[in-house]
């Protein structure tokens, strides 16, 4: 079926430490989003990236739509990044997003 | 702050009870989503609404229902509550309809059923 899956889905790191978290998918996309939550439970939109590269400070992310699978990249992590990153997409058949089981993030100091 | 609005942030109530989330989108986003965050069903999609209308269902029970008003504003009601409905509830919203439009994110709605 269709399908969205996080890679790990666990992650240690000390701060500074550079990270590579996957999502793979299954279907053609519209719509490809990362989310982080917080631990307050919040949903922060980091980028909306169905193809292509962005960066944002920190944080990168790549999108291969054609091989159905999109990177983020963390860089010099800080102990305020810990939370659980989600990779979210609209397949070209719907309109909601279909979350992936995240990929839950410790940056211990 | 994404600009999109949920009250209340917390809501605890008893089995068999009836409740209503309710949701104000960003200024200008016509289209309205529900999503439901459990610890064994993780975020699902519930519904879509754009412009006062219904567009898409998702794994939404029957005992759920939703509405959006012509002010966009949008209302979540669940009614004959289960300990299984505890959950954090998500509403988005977008510009548009279609499958191309950034989703932004509500602070969520906490519910506990005791």
Known sequence: ?109 | DSGVTQTPKHLITATGQRVTLRCSPRSGDLSVYWYQQSLDQGLQFLIHYYNGEERAKGNILERFSAQQFPDLHSELNLSSLELGDSALYFCASSAGHGSYNEQFFGPGTRLTVL
Request: proline residues 5%; contains cysteine; aromatic residues 12%.
């Open chain 1, 1 to 109: 079926g269709i399908q969205v899956e996080q890679s790990p889905p666990d992650l240690i790191l000390q701060e500074g430490a550079n990270s590579t978290l996957r999502c793979n998918f299954s279907d053609s996309v519209n719509n490809l989003q990362w989310f982080h939550q917080n631990p307050w439970g919040q949903l922060i939109n980091l980028f909306y990236i169905p193809s292509g590269t962005k960066q944002n400070g920190r944080l990168s992310a790549t999108t291969v739509a054609t091989e159905r699978y999109s990177l983020l990249y963390i860089s010099s992590s800080q102990t305020t990044d810990s939370g659980v990153y989600f990779c979210a997409v609209v397949f070209n058949s719907g309109y909601a997003l279909n979350f992936g089981k995240g990929t839950s993030l410790l940056v211990t100091p």
